[in-house]
């Protein structure tokens, strides 16, 4: 790790041993009663099993719902108890799944610091109805914001713009199941109080939002497979149709111009006669990494892509398909272009994938 992160690591859990002293006083000086070290427990395990089974939210990433029960036990029993909770819960879970002891300690350092702070603001509340849910929001306030943060603080380099964004692309991610799954907080805090039988139902919504979400990111994955290239990862022909059309209605809608840029791998039967299909196949990828950067990629099949170019008048797409050739040169391959431009002055809609192939083939001529 970088001396930066080493700085953040330590000092997470400098604030985490702090905090987890701070707990063990308290409840050394106010011992809890039977019935509290009794529903901790509970809790404790409640949040351990939600922690083996985390919910997608999308791009590889997923979230633990034993959020809800470190809140229950920050709301009903303190910072002290949802430390010790979250803290416990994590780390062993960590070194369970074999994660490295330096990421397992950082990990329960942060549940540490997250399950004290939501403790600490759920009880800058009045009392009531009102008032619980008002500790339920300041808890989750405060647990979102210390997990997020201390995380994103590791990872992100020392730039607040990366910070930030990568802030806001993990709040787009969690916001909606994080919201799900607080609405079983104050139903489980109020149930428990009257039976805490009957409080073991919450774990039936959480259930049910853990399998919604992995039901709408199995519906994502089957989209984005039917959408999607095998082999190099970038948009097919159906994908490139679909995203043509929608970008020649804006054009319309804004009379701004519209290009698009179609690509092929020069020598590519050669590669796959003389060296073999895998390397045709590498030779692809390679290329398709190279057209990622000039732009919305697609592959038509073989050898042949497409670059979608919105706003790019015809001298703009010559432009990026010259930038193209040259990071493809660099890869010791070379690639013929074609371009068309749709302004209401040249191709029409339906001819724009006919013209730029028409300038392919030119091309292609030029360069034999």
């Known amino acids: 790790m970088s001396t930066r992160r080493w700085a953040v690591w330590g000092a997470v859990l400098l604030g985490a041993a702090a905090t987890l002293e701070l707990a063990a006083r308290a409840l050394v000086d106010s011992p809890p009663r039977t019935h509290v070290i009794a529903g901790a427990a509970v809790l404790a395990l409640l949040a351990w099993g939600a922690n083996r089974s985390p919910v997608p939210v999308g791009q590889g990433a997923s979230m633990s719902l034993d959020v809800v029960f470190v809140l229950c036990a920050a709301v009903m029993y303190g910072a002290a108890v949802a430390a010790l909770i979250a803290a416990t819960v994590c780390v062993f879970e960590n070194f369970r799944v074999g994660e490295h002891a330096i990421k397992a300690v950082f990990n329960g350092a942060v549940f540490a610091l997250m399950g004290g702070a939501a403790g600490l603001a759920a009880h800058v509340h009045p009392h009531g109805d009102l008032g619980l849910m008002a500790a339920v929001a300041l808890a989750a306030a405060a647990a979102y914001v210390t997990n997020v943060g201390l995380v994103l603080l590791m990872v992100a380099h020392a730039r607040i713009h990366e910070f930030v964004a990568r802030a806001w692309e993990a709040t787009q991610r969690s916001a909606i199941p994080y919201a799900l799954s607080l609405s079983v907080v104050p139903l489980f805090?109020?149930?428990?109080?009257?039976?805490?039988?009957?409080?073991?139902?919450?774990?039936?919504?959480?259930?049910?939002?853990?399998?919604?979400?992995?039901?709408?990111?199995?519906?994502?994955?089957?989209?984005?497979?039917?959408?999607?290239?095998?082999?190099?990862?970038?948009?097919?022909?159906?994908?490139?149709?679909?995203?043509?059309?929608?970008?020649?209605?804006?054009?319309?809608?804004?009379?701004?111009?519209?290009?698009?840029?179609?690509?092929?791998?020069?020598?590519?039967?050669?590669?796959?006669?003389?060296?073999?299909?895998?390397?045709?196949?590498?030779?692809?990828?390679?290329?398709?990494?190279?057209?990622?950067?000039?732009?919305?990629?697609?592959?038509?099949?073989?050898?042949?892509?497409?670059?979608?170019?919105?706003?790019?008048?015809?001298?703009?797409?010559?432009?990026?398909?010259?930038?193209?050739?040259?990071?493809?040169?660099?890869?010791?391959?070379?690639?013929?272009?074609?371009?068309?431009?749709?302004?209401?002055?040249?191709?029409?809609?339906?001819?724009l994938l006919r013209t730029a192939d028409a300038a392919l083939y030119e091309d292609k001529l030029v360069t034999a």
């Open 189 to 351: 805090i109020v149930a428990w109080s009257a039976d805490p039988y009957v409080a073991m139902l919450a774990v039936v919504p959480l259930a049910g939002i853990g399998l919604h979400m992995r039901s709408l990111e199995q519906s994502r994955k089957a989209i984005e497979l039917s959408l999607t290239d095998p082999l190099t990862g970038l948009g097919n022909r159906r994908h490139l149709n679909e995203r043509l059309q929608r970008e020649l209605d804006r054009a319309e809608t804004t009379h701004e111009p519209m290009s698009i840029c179609i690509l092929d791998l020069d020598g590519f039967k050669g590669i796959n006669d003389s060296r073999g299909h895998q390397a045709g196949d590498d030779a692809l990828v390679a290329v398709a990494g190279a057209f990622r950067q000039g732009g919305e990629a697609f592959r038509l099949g073989g050898d042949e892509f497409v670059l979608l170019l919105p706003d790019h008048d015809h001298d703009a797409a010559e432009a990026v398909a010259a930038a193209v050739r040259e990071r493809v040169a660099a890869l010791g391959l070379s690639v013929s272009a074609g371009t068309a431009t749709y302004d209401g002055n040249g191709a029409g809609r339906a001819d």
